[in-house]
């Protein structure tokens, strides 16, 4: 246990009623799925916004009384019922990967982890319904046995997609399908926090006040989502010595058809930063992408007319895992694993595409990871960390030269707010869900 966790703990008094709420929960779930350790505790008051700087700083903040483990979503709805009974404050879960203190508790209470409601329920042509604990990978895998894949998957491939969907936006196949809220979800069965808790089901654009709204405005119990007819994917990896060269060769390959999956750079600081493959020059830019296999002959030719080296086509399923491993977030996970004292911030817009001279003025030393996308250029910044008002001040000189930035250095619900609030208040009216994290009208 940490000393910044002891000392938190030492002012910390229990929620009222958490005894009462314990005891009843295990008559539902069993005793053995109402865990109370300590180890398990602080499991569950983390996830990864420790790779923010300013937030690390405000962390431990709230902290897990007890961990429930529904084995199936038919147990959510119950568990919701006695939350709102004794007054309880839930935080659902899945892997706990999101990296702005998305599924901390801040403000105590219980941690619903959902990754025990783990089943893959269905599946017919273009869609599959699965618990909201089911791995995204198992997903994939199951909508492979059937000749299909699914629309998106992101980088931490392993994730459920009750977070994904609740937490994350995108990643392998938003090139060409954007984000997890631009038609990927098909219908989501909800569960409220209320007196019945009776779940309900949303479709198409009425799901969207439940996706990326950090379980606020209601616990998804299954999810269905799209997919489509599965392809023969490989992964093409080039090297460019220079930047405009490279990003013009993304370009190309974004509008490459058949569209790829997936196509990122990288700045060679960052390539250093990778596990070392003989596909990865550690003293070049590092251009890659998921394409077809019949494609890759054209993808080839745009790398050599741009100046750069294809150093390999690797198929599946290696290739393409190698390429989604490096993609988003990853790259800066590679980074701070290698190396302490950085930030990142995600940005966007085609102006990336010229010379990031500008941006080091802004932020020196700073190193770009670039995602390819048909709706615009997405990415992730990374520099030296010094201290937070740095950052915010880089952040509005970034937004004068036409870039777009999200920081993900606070932990609110920070996309379509006002939607998400008012779904809230009918499903959660006693502000029992993950508290703390819809800010205030
Ligand atoms: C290195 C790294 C790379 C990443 N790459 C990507 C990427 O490519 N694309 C991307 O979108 N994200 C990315 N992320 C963020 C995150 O990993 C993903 O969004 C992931 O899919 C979240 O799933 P999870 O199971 O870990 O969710 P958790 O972190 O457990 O939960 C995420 C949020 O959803 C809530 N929640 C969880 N389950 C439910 C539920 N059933 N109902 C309601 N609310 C729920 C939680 O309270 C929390 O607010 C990355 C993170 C890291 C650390």
């Known amino acids: ?43 569950a008051s983390c996830d990864w916004a420790h790779m923010s700087p300013i937030l690390s700083a405000k962390l431990p903040a709230g902290r897990a009384e007890v961990v429930l483990r529904p084995t199936s979503h038919q147990q959510i709805p119950g568990l919701l019922a006695l939350a709102h009974r004794h007054r309880i404050p839930v935080t659902p879960r899945g892997k706990g990967t ?41 997903l994939e895998a199951h909508a492979r046995t059937l000749g299909q894949e699914l629309w998106m998957f992101p980088s931490t491939f392993g994730t459920t997609i009750g977070g994904f969907l609740s937490g994350g936006s995108g990643g392998t196949g938003s090139l060409v399908h954007r984000t997890n809220g631009d038609g990927f979800v098909q219908e989501l069965t909800v569960v409220p926090c209320t007196a019945d808790a009776e779940p309900f089901t949303v479709r198409g654009a009425d799901a969207l006040p439940y996706i990326h709204a950090y379980g606020t405005s209601g616990i998804t119990a299954t999810a269905t989502v799209r997919l489509q007819r599965a392809r023969d994917w490989s992964g093409l990896f080039a090297a460019f010595d220079d930047w405009r060269p490279a990003t013009a060769a993304l370009s190309d390959l974004v509008r490459l058809e058949p569209a790829p999956r997936l196509a990122s750079l990288d700045e060679a600081g960052l390539v250093r930063a990778f596990q070392p493959d003989p596909a990865l020059d550690p003293a070049a830019l590092s251009l890659r992408a998921i394409v077809e296999a019949g494609a890759a002959g054209t993808a080839r030719a745009i790398i050599s007319r741009h100046g750069g080296r294809v150093l390999e086509v690797r198929p599946a399923p290696e290739g393409p895992a190698l390429v989604s491993s490096l993609s988003f977030n990853h790259p800066t996970y590679h ?69 777009g930035v999200h920081s993900p250095h606070n932990w609110y619900v920070d996309r379509r707010v006002d939607l998400v609030r008012s779904a809230a208040r009918a499903a959660d009216p006693r502000g029992l869900l993950n508290p703390g994290k819809l800010p205030a009208p």
Request: charged content about 25%.
């Open 335 to 403: 980074l701070m694993k290698a190396e302490d004292g950085w930030f990142h911030l995600e940005i966007g817009g085609d102006v990336l595409l010229g010379d990031p001279a500008e941006i080091r003025k802004i932020f020196p030393g700073t190193l770009l990871h670039l995602e390819g996308m048909r709706s615009g250029t997405v990415g992730m910044l990374m520099a030296r960390y010094e201290d937070e008002q740095t950052v915010y001040d880089g952040i509005a000189a970034l937004e004068v030269l036409g870039v």
């Open 1 to 43: 246990m940490t000393s910044d966790l002891t000392e938190f703990l030492a002012d910390h008094r229990a929620t009222e009623g958490i005894e009462e709420f314990c005891a009843e929960a295990a008559a539902l779930l069993g005793p053995q799925e109402v865990v109370r350790d300590a180890t398990a505790l602080e499991k």
């Open 98 to 138: 999101g990296n702005y203190g998305q599924a901390i508790p801040l403000r105590d209470g219980a941690v619903l982890d959902l990754t025990g409601c783990g089943r893959v329920l269905d599946a017919g042509d273009g869609w599959i319904r699965a618990e909201a604990g089911a791995k995204m990978s198992d």
